[in-house]
């Protein structure tokens, strides 16, 4: 089915869903959004709630936010709210804060036919002019995030056959994947995340058109690529997701190291290790726990590092200078290609540098590190790889013992104890 026809056909008659004929009503709107739509409304203005957070609603699931359309320009919302902010390079919008809730507010936007600032790689870099709601609904990638809850009447409008793309577990993209995937690689990654996390069949492109415009991803932002890597890790299908990109041949846009890491002298335990920490941060994540980004970022990284650690003993004099140069090289290779904040890197390191005070135990040491606030993740790491048969698991014996004597004496900051197999679960 040529999709673009049947958009231009249905562009100005949606279908529209009634309240009585879909499942979400105010009540399952944050606060934060309802207020924000609210005031639209009231100051004149259109409000329509749009993308994951309507396709979450609609299937029964949270939305991690809530994001709103409007027909104000990005000045005019800024003057309705005090506490906003204008945001973006690629296209502008508001971030309006509603006490711990941040709403994105964005405008209409009309077709980058029409814009500037693609450069020859045909990726869109700006995206800016304002348009109507039917201009901004090709705007969107997938069908299925192309449903807009219009506030005042709570009817969906559908112009692309979202609803029952939705209802049928068929993730579409919305226009010509030739062009789409061209203006934004980007939505190759969100491809791959809404198929897995939702297992939905993809239709109307193919692996080999996600390879082909995954390469592009070259050209994205480190900064942009970070936030899809957190959504893609974090949300609780990071083993499904991981195994896809591999698949496609698309890790090495996020971990440089994927390729070049295939050593088989680590091959199997590599395996082993990484699958693990990935299915035991998806089972925190559905569990209702947090899980951060250091924790598998160390993971992805720790078997480079290793392989970077033994290149350089070669030429180094001391260990430990070899130890400080494969750390910074392996950190600052991944940060060309991803923005990991600071605070994250920080944490990289300290799981890493605890590893050595795990592998040879003693009381000294172990009293210094008690009230590390990365003991946890860090110990968890150590117990991957002891499971993975990286390391032998004498040290975790005498690390058990410590931690229960810690616990009785009260020195242990955790209300559970940290034990070998029963943390695997535990960052
Ligand atoms: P989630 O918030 O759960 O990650 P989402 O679909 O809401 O999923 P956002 O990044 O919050 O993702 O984007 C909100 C909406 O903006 C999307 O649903 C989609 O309609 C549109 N959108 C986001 N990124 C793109 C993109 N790269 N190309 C086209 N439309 C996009
Ligand atoms: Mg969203």
Redesign the pocket.
Known sequence: MDISSLIFESKHTPRIYTPNEHCITTCKISRGANKVMTRLISAGFQAFL????V??LLLERN???F?VATNATPTQISSIFRRSRLIGRRFKLVHVRENSELI?V?TFRKSPEHSHGADKTRIIFRDNDFGRIEDDVI????TL??LYLDYATLNIFDFVGGMQDLNNGVLRLIGDPEA?FGE?P??VL?AV??SESLNFKIAGFTDTQLKKYGARLRYIPPARLF?EMD?LFL?GFASRNFCRLRELGLLSHLLPFEECCQNPQFNSVREDFLESALSSTDTRVMEGGSATLGFLIAVFLWFPLKMQIEKLSKFENAPTEALVSAEEFILLTQLKKVAIPRRITKSVRDIWALQRIFAKPSKRKADRIIRHPRLRAAYNFFCLRVEAGEIPDDPIRWWSGFFEKSKKSGKLPFSSSLSYRLDRSRQ
């Open positions: 749009v993308g994951g957070s396709r979450d939305p991690i936010d994001d994105e964005a705007r969107r990638d997938y995030n192309a789409r934004d980007v939505r969100r995340r809404f936030v959504k949300r």
